[in-house]
């Protein structure tokens, strides 16, 4: 057994491993949260998730507005109300042991990661947009805790690149668990590609499951627990919820309390049906991916009362790759390089003038993740004004 499998083997209910994410609102009143995990306590949910964070560790101060879900957001407005002080975080993590649910957390960098070590944080976990902000992967290579790590916003080449690294640093696959997720608030079903799920578990080896952040609340984790649970994996899926809707950003992708509860029992009954016809579901899964045979989707579509055309479209073709959906936000949402303050021409570039943070479509996109380090090799070709984007037109390479 490896190291996240025996965490997740620890919490898990009934082959289910679900993750509720909670929103600022929540995390900004203690006894709000508490509340809160005594309700998810009561449903049997595995995990707690927040994300901690200091705003200046992931936005420009001169580039924070963004738009979401078709309305213009002020993220670092949002950002700053979740932010969590050490005594606060601290408090979350002991209440969430004392009712025995798994504390997680994301971190975005040093600061909030050295945080999450002072707390003695059992997991760690890195959200779709900083999954190759190698940064934040570099802090965890001398840790032994799993890593729980989202795939918005990221291709086929950008999961490559990053196990390249994973394997040249010694990052052991039996600390990860990769989940399947779109980067668009919310993501069409049609567009969860959910046979990735198999494909990603085939091809790199660690556990698996979603983050979900679809327009249905029920669809996407039904069939993916089907897909997961007919080959005796636990289902691991992370879901934002929220136990009143007041307006906040998250809340279009927010299960509520009904919807939490309504889920649950659809996932459990699904994953017992499931490991109950794993022989008929595999062999059938089998055909359909290797020549789209239907007798899976007819299966599926009889027992979860959906369309076979429309699983079809959800199952996708498995092949890791952007969503329609997300395509817009590939460069923005994801990390680059930016001048932090102004910097003259012929100056060297360093982490004094330059970091990797998200652009937000407030101005054009720097270099990525692959030249993070070759940064000091860097020189400005002329004068780069303070949030500006740094990239091979406004340098040249020393060395």
Not at 18 to 27: D, H, P, T
Not at 91 to 112: H, N, Q
Not at 351 to 366: D, H, I, P, Y
Request: glycine share 4%.
């Amino acid at each position: 057994m490896n190291l996240a499998e025996g965490l997740i083997n620890c919490y898990k209910d009934k082959g289910i491993f679900f993750i509720a994410e909670l929103g600022s609102s929540i995390v900004s009143d203690m006894g709000r949260f508490c509340d809160v995990v005594d309700f998810l306590k009561k449903q049997r949910v595995s995990a707690v998730k927040i994300q901690h964070l200091y705003c200046r560790e992931i936005l420009h101060p001169k580039l924070t507005l963004a738009t979401i879900g078709g309305r213009e957001v002020d993220l670092a407005k949002h950002f700053k109300k979740s932010e969590t002080s050490l005594e606060n975080l601290k408090k979350m993590k002991s209440y969430c042991d004392e009712r025995g649910l798994l504390f997680m957390s994301s971190f975005f960098g040093e600061e909030s990661f050295a945080n999450l070590k002072k707390i003695s944080a059992s997991c760690y976990k890195i959200a779709s947009p900083e999954s190759n902000f190698l940064k934040l992967w570099k802090l965890l290579i001398k840790e032994r805790e799993p890593i729980f790590f989202s795939t918005g916003v990221t291709r086929n080449e950008d999961l490559i690149f990053l196990f390249q690294f994973f394997k040249k640093n010694e990052i052991s696959k039996k600390r990860l668990v990769l989940l399947q997720c779109v980067s668009a608030y919310p993501t069409p079903v049609e567009e969860y590609n959910l046979s990735s799920l198999y494909r990603l578990r085939l091809e790199h080896g660690v556990q698996v499951g979603i983050s979900d952040h679809s327009d249905d609340p029920y669809i996407v984790p039904s069939i993916a627990v089907i897909l997961t649970a007919m080959f005796e994996k636990t289902f691991i899926i992370e879901k934002h919820f929220v136990d009143e809707r007041q307006g906040e950003i998250d809340d279009r992708v927010s299960l509520d309390k009904n919807e939490l509860q309504d889920l649950l029992v659809k996932l459990r009954y699904q994953a017992s049906w499931a490991r109950e016809n794993k022989a008929f579901l595999q062999r059938e899964y089998a055909d359909f991916l290797l020549s789209g045979d239907y007798g899976f989707l007819i299966r599926l579509e009889n027992q979860l009362k959906i369309e076979r055309e429309k699983i079809k479209k959800i199952l996708g073709d498995g092949f890791k790759k952007l969503a329609k959906s997300e395509e817009a936000n590939y460069l923005t949402t994801n990390r680059s390089l930016l001048s932090i303050k102004d910097i003259a021409k012929d100056e060297c570039l360093s982490e004094e003038n330059s970091a990797f943070l998200r652009s937000e479509k407030r101005t054009s996109v720097g270099l990525n993740y692959e030249w993070e380090e070759k940064i000091n090799a860097l020189k400005a070709r002329e004068f780069i004004p303070n949030g500006s984007p740094v990239t091979t037109e406004n340098t040249i390479i020393t060395h």
